[in-house]
Nanobody, 124 residues
Framework: VQLQASGGGLVQAGGSLRLSCAAS????????VAWFRQAPGKEREFVAV????????YYADSVKGRFTISRDNAKKTVYLYMRSLKPEDTAVYLC??????????????????WGQGTLVTVSS
């Protein structure tokens, strides 16, 4: 599985962005796809996750109500809609795929495939 993230950029606080993560190669309905982010000098942080086959979505408390994860299975693409952005949302955003159990969704080491990341910068 290869992942290509895109859509990052510079946005003012309160603004919105949509990130995309396009997958190529084999994907399995049992896989989950997640977004993580990593700010300079900080550890990789879980943002959101859902299954390729659909079902519940889960979010980090810091983004709940502001970010939405969705997917287009026909395009093998997962999106992260981000609104009401804050300067503390500034980070490289990465998508990841793996066979991950629900108790491990927030653990980056459980994911098998990673995209290269896309930088989101939120100015105050």
């Amino acid at each position: 599985v290869q992942l290509q993230a895109s859509g990052g950029g510079l946005v003012q606080a309160g603004g919105s962005l949509r990130l995309s993560c396009a997958a190529s190669g084999r994907t399995f309905s049992t896989y989950v796809v997640a977004w993580f982010r990593q700010a300079p000098g900080k550890e990789r942080e879980f943002v959101a996750v859902e299954r390729w086959s659909g079902g519940p979505t889960y979010y980090a408390d810091s983004v709940k109500g502001r970010f939405t994860i969705s997917r287009d299975n026909a395009k093998k693409t997962v999106y992260l809609y981000m609104r009401s952005l804050k300067p503390e949302d500034t980070a490289v955003y990465l998508c990841a795929v793996g066979l991950v159990y629900s108790g491990d969704y927030s653990r980056p080491e459980k994911y098998d495939y990673w995209g290269q990341g896309t930088l989101v910068t939120v100015s105050s």
